[in-house]
């Protein structure tokens, strides 16, 4: 029970993961392709596509990060470079945990195929023409992936892409901050 503002009663429900400590989500990018895991997620009893993601089961969630990137993906440690995205809370009116973004941005190529999580059918990269088909067809509805593209176009590590007014073609938008981080 709470007391609410007014000053009311209430009751609610308040899940604390991990004894409060945040979780990560890491979205891998190479040369504005994302990366991105397949899993069976039980609550929704569908197979879907997401970015690597996890509890915190440490304190410091770059060392979770780097877990979650070894355990879900085909990347290894030295190809990479983990750039912080912020923050969010996937659930603020249920879930306490707040949950750390990442791009793992790669510095190599690293191929598709089955990671060592046996909860991962396969690892996957896609273009961004391809997340926003996916996007639209339902195919792609994790909420982590989600934010997690908005920040990394917001911070230029993935170029937002856009249709050209009048000729239907798509152009990708490059500025000096999305060069930089190639």
Not at 31 to 42: A, E, P
Not at 50 to 59: H, K, L, M, Q, S
């Amino acid at each position: 029970h709470v007391r609410a503002p007014d000053p009311s009663v209430q009751k609610y429900t308040r899940i604390v993961e991990s004894d409060g400590r945040p979780g990560v989500a890491v979205i891998p990018v190479l040369r504005q392709r994302v990366g991105l895991v397949q899993v069976f997620r039980y609550p929704i009893s569908n197979t879907v596509w997401e970015i690597p993601r996890g509890f915190g089961d440490t304190a410091d969630p770059s060392v979770n990060s780097h877990r979650e990137i070894s355990e879900e993906t085909t990347l290894e440690l030295s190809g990479y470079d983990l750039v912080p995205l912020g923050s969010i809370h996937a659930n603020s009116g249920l879930l306490a945990n707040e949950v750390i973004l990442y791009a793992a941005v790669c510095t190599r190529m690293f191929p598709d195929g089955k990671p060592r999580d046996p909860e991962v059918i396969q690892f996957k990269w896609f273009d961004l023409n391809s997340l926003t088909n996916m996007m639209r067809g339902g195919e792609l509805s994790d909420s982590f992936t989600y934010a997690a593209l908005l920040r990394a176009i917001q911070e230029g590590i993935l170029c937002e892409e856009r249709e050209i007014v009048g000729t239907g073609a798509v152009s990708s938008v490059l500025d000096s901050k999305a060069t930089s981080h190639r």
